[in-house]
């Protein structure tokens, strides 16, 4: 394969990750279920970035979670809802690195953990922003990060363990 058409696939590949992790945001917003503790999201997002992480790489990854940040913001949010779905992106994005480092292909637990992290990230950036104390649901974020983080880490090794994925050289050199 020429160095330009792996730059190609690669870019392109990115590109349809960013949709499908804003079209995944988008669907969660829509389909929201109330629950008693304000935050608790499947983060669905999470599973193109994590994917993004494993199969593609770190950079095209960040891309994702940019792109997705950026995107959501424009569309359906306004600058505190981007610093805090920023600020636990970022956290859970960095905290994920460094346990992929730590648990390798064990991808449910660096999505629990990612979950978590995220959860955390935006608690401290909505506390900063409103300027009260939102850590009483601490516990109930880190139960929902965990659920949630587990069914998407499920989900992206189910998808990556697939013999597409396994057997398909998309972005290989």
């Given at each position: 394969?020429?160095?330009?058409?792996?730059?190609?696939?690669?870019?392109?590949?990115?590109?349809?990750?960013?949709?499908?992790?804003?079209?995944?945001?988008?669907?969660?917003?829509?389909?929201?279920?109330?629950?008693?503790?304000?935050?608790i999201?499947?983060?669905?997002?999470?599973?193109?970035?994590?994917?993004?992480?494993?199969?593609?790489?770190?950079t095209?990854?960040?891309?994702?979670?940019v792109?997705?940040?950026?995107?959501s913001?424009?569309?359906?949010?306004?600058?505190?809802?981007?610093?805090?779905?920023?600020?636990?992106?970022?956290?859970?994005?960095?905290?994920?690195?460094?346990?992929?480092?730590?648990?390798?292909?064990?991808?449910?637990?660096?999505?629990i953990?990612?979950?978590?992290?995220?959860?955390?990230?935006?608690?401290?950036?909505?506390s900063v922003?409103?300027?009260t104390s939102?850590f009483?649901?601490?516990p109930?974020?880190?139960?929902?990060?965990?659920a949630?983080?587990?069914?998407?880490?499920?989900?992206?090794?189910?998808?990556?363990?697939?013999?597409?994925?396994?057997?398909?050289?998309?972005?290989?050199?």
């Amino acid at each position: 394969m020429k160095k330009g058409d792996y730059k190609t696939k690669r870019l392109t590949l990115a590109a349809l990750l960013i949709a499908v992790a804003f079209i995944l945001s988008w669907i969660e917003m829509i389909i929201s279920f109330p629950v008693a503790v304000p935050g608790i999201k499947i983060g669905l997002a999470n599973i193109a970035i994590l994917f993004a992480m494993y199969y593609c790489g770190i950079t095209d990854a960040a891309c994702v979670l940019v792109g997705r940040l950026v995107l959501s913001a424009l569309l359906f949010g306004n600058a505190s809802s981007l610093i805090i779905g920023a600020a636990g992106g970022v956290l859970s994005f960095a905290v994920m690195l460094l346990c992929k480092k730590m648990f390798g292909k064990h991808i449910i637990y660096v999505s629990i953990v990612g979950g978590t992290a995220h959860n955390i990230g935006q608690l401290i950036a909505a506390s900063v922003i409103v300027r009260t104390s939102f850590f009483s649901f601490l516990p109930y974020l880190i139960i929902g990060g965990t659920a949630a983080g587990a069914f998407n880490g499920f989900l992206v090794s189910r998808l990556l363990n697939s013999s597409f994925f396994k057997n398909n050289g998309y972005l290989k050199k």
